[in-house]
């Protein structure tokens, strides 16, 4: 998605009570709204059903998110098993749980590392994290303090950026050599999950690596062994995963991001540490920062929990990813007031310490949110943009590979996403369009998706972010393949793992087509900070 810079020179105004900007697509949303004012005659009626029908329509698309056409268990509801029926006969679930890694905040709490692992009684231990980070302070410090306290460790550098089922699998032969009792994983998400997948395989050495990868494209099995003790320290502020039961890589066979998530691999201890913050340049603080806008976005504007079908048959199959609920709500809420008040001071400054050291905790924040409801369309569709990458290397990203950043490759398409998802829950994009700037005081609940798509065209305008996909090496002639990658096709995954429902997958892509449309013609170039597919 892009935003058009020459619509802001030109005058176009952001959303608020100011006046904004009329999108072609507006009379629509208008049309098919929930609130309005007087009586209108038989046109209200009219209204209601067309209200109803743009509601299920959102509620049935989230729902085929849920399905196996859907191998992200960032966003999927179904990584695990195969869930069978609720003894009751309830078709959708009634209740949901939390699951979250303990966490200690503080500045300088790295130091402790060594004292947590003795007291973990610990004798053998794995640190993992990348090349870069291995030349830096943070990983310096683990050693000082595993030194310190007498631990023996070993350390493994090749953690690759973006992982990949290849990556994944060279660390965990490691970790089976190595018969660790113990890991540490410092670094970001890649890190963080690279070493989830090491503890995991290394403690069930016997299993196929596509048993515990989430259907349909492996088996999707269950956790029922014991893990070792995992420590992480997070150097970035976005994925969460010092909190989460999730490990994403790239399963390069079929071109598709997919993953292992159960709560049983969750690390045990998150260390948050703001001093690490200070290591990163402007360009990772910027992207991290909208992965944990889209984490605390999708989960408050996930299907809610009570919505989720089946019914899950015993609690073991009950998913981590549950919907939105009341208790991640509030976590997903509350990372965002951060977001908005901090996210630009932590890019603009990174001597702003204040800034920085908030990001880092909000990452956390919006982890234990979306790590008990999970996401949606943003982080679906983002998978596709970043593992189908051509030749586009990031700004400050040291790598030897094109690479399209995860929360970039997110935040993309949040425009379009909430634009459409708005028709399910208007209140709640009204309610985060306001916590992120927008003057929502006069603001009517029809215009809900176009007011929040504004306020993020704007928030991202602000922080000069790369205009679309074009800017990414994307033409119109890639959406077919962009489509396909965000929900693959059956055929494809039945390569590996046969899925139970080709007629749903089928109507995943009709539904994903129809977004597609939307994205493409709903918002005009001429609207304010417009976005458009391609330039």
């Not at 085929?64 to 191998?71: E, I, M, S, W």
């Not at 989430?214 to 010092?242: D, F, M, N």
């Not at 306001?434 to 007011?451: E, K, N, V």
Request: proline residues 7%.
């Amino acid at each position: 998605m892009a935003w058009s810079r020459r619509a802001a020179v030109g005058g176009a105004r952001p959303s608020g009570a100011g006046g904004r900007a009329r999108p072609r697509g507006r009379r629509g949303s208008q049309r098919h709204g929930l609130a309005g004012g007087g009586g209108r005659g038989p046109e209200e009626g009219n209204g209601a059903a067309m209200a109803a029908a743009a509601r299920a329509r959102v509620a049935h698309l989230l729902r085929q998110l849920q399905r196996a056409a859907c191998q992200c268990p960032s966003h999927s509801h179904t990584y695990s098993q195969a869930p069978g029926f609720s003894p009751s006969g309830k078709t959708t679930d009634y209740a949901f749980e939390m699951a979250v890694s303990n966490i200690r905040y503080g500045a300088g709490v790295t130091k402790e590392v060594g004292m947590d692992l003795q007291n973990m009684g610990a004798t053998n231990v794995c640190l993992m994290t990348d090349k870069n980070l291995s030349q830096l302070p943070p990983v310096q410090t683990v050693m000082d303090s595993l030194v310190k306290n007498g631990i023996n460790f070993k350390v493994y550098d090749n953690v690759r950026v973006e992982p990949t089922q290849r990556s994944f699998m060279e660390a965990i032969e490691f970790a089976k050599k190595g018969a660790f009792d113990a890991y540490v994983a410092v670094g970001g998400g890649s890190t963080m999950d690279t070493c989830k997948a090491a503890n995991l395989y290394a403690s069930s050495p016997h299993s196929e690596f596509l048993d515990y990868v989430s259907a349909p494209i492996g088996k999707g099995k269950p956790v029922t062994v014991p893990l070792k003790p995992l420590i992480a320290v997070p150097t970035t502020s976005g994925t969460g995963s010092e909190t989460t039961g999730v490990a994403v890589f790239d399963y390069e066979h079929l071109k598709v991001k997919t993953g292992i998530a159960s709560r049983a691999i969750k690390p045990t201890l998150g260390l948050i540490d703001p001093l690490h913050t200070r290591h990163m340049p402007d360009g990772v603080v910027a992207n991290s920062g909208f992965d944990v806008l889209c984490h605390a976005l999708e989960s408050y504007t996930a299907l809610p929990y009570h919505m989720r079908s089946p019914c899950p048959s015993s609690p073991i199959a009950r998913p981590a990813y549950q919907g939105s609920n009341p208790i991640s709500d509030i976590w997903a809420v509350h990372a965002l007031r951060i977001v908005a008040k901090y996210l630009k001071r932590a890019v603009r400054n990174p001597d702003d310490v204040e800034a920085r050291s908030n990001m880092h905790l909000a990452s956390a924040f919006a982890g234990i949110g979306f790590g008990n409801a999970g996401v949606h369309l943003c982080h679906g569709m983002s998978y596709p943009i970043s593992g189908l990458v051509k030749t586009y290397r990031a700004k400050d990203y040291n790598v030897d590979h094109p690479l399209v950043p995860h929360g970039l490759s997110v935040v993309l398409t949040s425009p379009a996403v909430f634009t459409f998802t708005a028709q399910m829950s208007p209140e709640r994009h009204l309610e985060t369009a306001g916590i992120l700037g927008a003057d929502i005081r006069t603001a009517r609940t029809p215009d809900a998706g176009p007011i929040l798509a504004d306020t993020l065209r704007k928030f991202l305008f602000d922080l000069d972010v790369d205009d679309g996909l074009a800017a990414l090496g994307y033409s119109k002639a890639d959406i077919p393949a962009l489509v396909k990658g965000t929900l693959p096709q059956v055929r494809d995954a039945a390569q590996l793992h046969p899925p139970q429902d080709t007629q749903s997958s089928r109507g995943d892509m009709v539904h994903l087509g129809h977004l597609r449309g939307y994205m493409k013609t709903q918002i005009p170039p001429s609207s304010s900070f417009a976005f458009t597919l391609f330039h």
